[in-house]
């Protein structure tokens, strides 16, 4: 058999039989050369073979089948011939006049096999092989098929049944397909590119691989050949153009400053060449975070009041230190550097909003002290030195607590002198009335130091055995004389009240008779 070319319709007649006239099918230039060969050997007898000569009667000698692969183009247009059964000389090959006896082909040749009758086809008359349609490589590489030649009139075997292959020849008719999309990867931020250290790739530190096949032959010259490229991403990444490997190529990339990137990735078949097929993929790249900020209070100056009656634990105020890392990177601690002012503030973190709480720790007391300034600092909890040295790791601010007065009652001399705001006198039963029994002092604590009014609980004196002078404070007896046998005791409560908001202090004075 031989390789062959654009063959005419297949034809359903035997060839005509005359000497000298022999049909051949030339090769295309894809094939080559002969790809198979049937080898006949005849010899003939007393056959008149034109004037003057004469044949002897043919003889059948033994027939051989040499098979070698057959090629096909895919997607090549049919019908196609592509192979041809010959006779085989010893120095030509030339048409099988030994299967024509008496104006018949005694010999027809049948194909089975893969394909057999779908996509190939064989002349019975003439041993041509011949697409059906069109192929498709990828679809199918090759085709097992067997030939053989029978007897047209017996239907029994002339030669052995010979196995041989068509093979699909590739042509590049597919993209490349990326696998594995879609492509996410993160690195940290401030990787380095690979001149800073020995630990990633020469070419910078490692971001992803994408990976695409392409469904040619591999071995049919470059059509599966793959070349990557950068579309979009550079110059932050590049692309290692044989393995699809993708690595930094800019250094100091600042999470803080954009936090994802979007790398596009050209594969091209063919090695890039021109008429080559491409695919495009996209590699989301996102920055996770490094320790590379330290705390930033938003205020140099906080200033805070708080009410000089505020109870231990009470709130004065909320600071802030930002920091521009996230999760346990942003972490900080807060502490108040002024220790006799610490002493009387405490300060605490807020786990939810990484805000210090300054607390009160100890009473207040507005005349004692209405002023407070102490510095509070913020450092990371983690320290990454690659990163932040000690000192860049911590801010500091200037609190200042101002303490609010709060108008408090008068305090009476006799509270202020023996912790309780109790008098006691003694007055003769036959005492005058008007006569003087003592008096009662009272002063307004606060700042402002309002006057004080005084007068009696009259609930405590129904009878108003006393008086009292709003102004001084002096106790004098009533219109009414004391009896000391109707009672020896009297308990009356005076009361002192600031002339300005009316708040009132209550002090009990006992009186007995003599």
């Excluded at 043919?58 to 096909?72: A, D, F, I, T, Y």
């Excluded at 691989?209 to 010259?221: E, I, L, N, S």
């Excluded at 709480?357 to 009473?363: D, E, R, S, V």
Aim: aromatic residues 6%; charged residues 25%.
């Amino acid at each position: 058999m031989e390789a062959g070319g654009e063959a005419p319709p297949p034809t359903s007649s035997p060839p005509s039989a005359g000497r000298g006239r022999r049909r051949r099918i030339t090769a295309p230039s894809v094939l080559g050369a002969l790809l198979a060969l049937l080898v006949v050997s005849v010899s003939g007898a007393g056959v008149t073979d034109g004037p003057g000569r004469q044949r002897h009667p043919p003889r059948r000698l033994k027939r051989g089948w040499l098979w070698s692969q057959l090629v096909v183009p895919e997607e090549d247009p049919t019908p196609r011939v592509i192979g041809r059964v010959r006779r085989a000389k010893r120095r030509r090959p030339s048409v099988l006049k030994s299967d024509y006896i008496n104006g018949e082909f005694t010999v027809r040749y049948i194909l089975s096999g893969e394909g057999a009758g779908d996509a190939f086809q064989i002349d019975e008359y003439s041993g041509e092989i011949r697409t059906c349609r069109t192929l498709d490589r990828e679809e199918k590489a090759f085709y097992v098929l067997q030939a053989q030649a029978i007897n047209r009139f017996t239907n029994e075997p002339v030669e052995p049944q010979s196995e041989f292959i068509i093979k699909v020849q590739d042509i590049n008719d597919n993209a490349p397909v990326f696998q594995g999309e879609p492509y996410v990867s993160s690195i940290p931020e401030m990787s380095p590119t690979g001149r800073e250290t020995h630990l990633v790739s020469p070419t910078g530190t490692t971001v992803a691989r994408v990976t695409a096949t392409d469904a040619d032959d591999p071995q049919a010259g470059n059509n599966a050949l793959l070349l990557y490229s950068i579309l979009q991403g550079e110059p932050y990444f590049s692309v290692e153009p044989k393995t699809g490997l993708i690595v930094t190529s800019w250094p100091n990339m600042d999470r803080e400053a954009r936090d994802e990137y979007l790398v596009v990735v050209e594969v091209r078949d063919m090695l890039g060449q021109r008429g080559a097929h491409s695919a495009s993929a996209t590699v989301t790249v996102h920055l996770t975070d490094v320790n590379d900020n330290g705390p930033t209070f938003q205020h140099h100056l906080y200033t805070f009041g708080v009410r000089e009656d505020a109870a231990v634990g009470a709130t004065v105020g909320r600071v802030k230190a930002d920091d521009g890392d996230v999760g346990l990177n942003a972490r900080m601690n807060y502490t108040l550097q002024d220790l006799e002012e610490s002493q009387t503030f405490t300060i605490q973190l807020d786990p939810d909003t990484q805000e210090g709480l300054i607390l009160l720790a100890k009473p207040l007391d507005y005349e004692s002290k209405s002023r407070f300034v102490m510095a509070v600092e913020a450092d990371n909890e983690l320290l990454d030195e690659r990163f932040l040295r000690a000192d860049e790791a911590r801010d500091r601010a200037t609190v200042k607590v101002f303490v609010e007065d709060v108008d408090e009652p008068p305090v009476f001399a006799a509270a202020a002198a023996t912790a309780t705001a109790a008098y006691q006198w003694k007055v003769a039963e036959n005492a005058a009335p008007g006569s003087v029994v003592g008096a009662v002092s009272a002063r307004d604590t606060d700042a402002r130091n309002n006057p004080v009014r005084y007068s009696i609980e009259r609930r405590s004196d129904i009878r108003a055995a006393f008086r009292i002078d709003p102004n001084n404070g002096t106790v004098t007896l009533g219109a009414r004389p004391l009896d000391r046998e109707a009672a020896d005791w009297h308990n009356v409560t005076v009361v002192a009240t600031e002339t300005s908001k009316e708040e009132n202090v209550f002090s009990p004075i006992q009186s007995c008779s003599s």
